[in-house]
């Protein structure tokens, strides 16, 4: 049995930028919101950099292949991405399965999986132009950072960042669809934030770990995909084809979790109309 990946047909196209934009203006107006999880993330900035730091330095300077420069790009961009890819918490479509709204989604004509995910990157950007920009401008002030010194890696960490984002997005769908079968999703829910904040590489990165766990980590699990791959892009570990070699494994990731949520959502919506619904 094949799976319909809903893509933006030409004719939704236009609809899909709408939601976009309205994902953007939706979360444009939660100003105060936005300027206290701003100044979260740069506080829990210092503390990580000040531990990094010091990590390096009782290395030598050099810790796991990173330098103290792009150890605190690390920290600084770490802290950005958070809101970007919407690491911790979304729970809209498990509490419209729960109160019974989810069925207006279903009758719009464009799929919901797209329709989430249009309005997930509208918001994405926004928080590029606010939650992402305010702690790394803090952080370029008070340390040092490492500047890409080849002129690919910019294009290549926005596709990254990108790719990090429609992953994160196709896992959180996953983790809320399984309200259609549990209604109440705060099991799973936790399980992931666990997950999330260690196999990402958001405590610290993923190279300190043993180098037979890596590989299992990159190709078997998509946490990586989703902070450790664009803050690696961005800091330019390794050489171009590294680089390549990380967005090709973010890209298998962002279509194989979107092809994931759009077979389970058809699951799900049987199990709705078994249910009555």
Do not use: K
């Not at 797209?114 to 340390?143: E, K, N």
């Not at 992931?192 to 770990?209: D, E, I, K, R």
Request: charged share 10%; glycine share 10%.
């Amino acid at each position: 049995m094949g799976i319909d990946v809903p893509w933006p047909r030409p004719g939704t196209l236009r609809t899909s930028l709408a939601l976009a934009g309205a994902g953007f203006r939706r979360w444009a107006t939660y100003r105060q919101a936005m300027l206290a999880g701003a100044f979260t993330n740069t506080i829990f900035g210092f503390l990580r950099c000040s531990v990094m730091l010091a990590v390096a330095g009782g290395a030598g300077g050099v810790a796991a292949g990173y330098r103290g420069p792009q150890l605190v790009t690390y920290v600084w961009v770490g802290q950005g991405l958070l809101a970007v890819v919407q690491l911790w918490g979304w729970t809209e479509l498990a509490d419209r399965v729960r109160t019974g709204d989810v069925q207006c989604d279903l009758l719009r004509p464009i799929h919901p999986v797209l329709t989430y995910l249009t309005a997930d990157l509208g918001r994405a950007a926004f928080a590029m132009c606010t939650r992402f920009a305010a702690p790394l401008v803090v952080g370029a002030l008070a340390f040092q950072l490492y500047v890409p010194h080849r002129l690919t890696t910019y294009p290549l960490a926005l596709v990254s960042v990108l790719a990090a984002t429609v992953v994160s997005f196709g896992v959180r769908y996953l983790v809320n669809l399984s309200a259609f079968w549990l209604l109440d999703i705060r099991g799973v829910l936790v399980a992931w934030l666990l997950c999330a904040n260690v196999l990402t590489g958001l405590y610290f990165p993923l190279a300190f770990l043993p180098g037979w766990v890596q590989p299992i980590l990159w190709y078997g699990t998509p946490f990586p995909s989703i902070l450790q791959a664009p803050v690696d892009v961005l800091v330019e570990r390794g050489s171009e084809a590294h680089q390549l070699s990380i967005l090709a494994v973010q890209l298998g990731w962002a279509a194989a979790v979107l092809a994931l949520a759009v077979l389970v959502q058809r699951r799900a919506e049987r199990r709705l109309v078994v249910q009555g619904g």
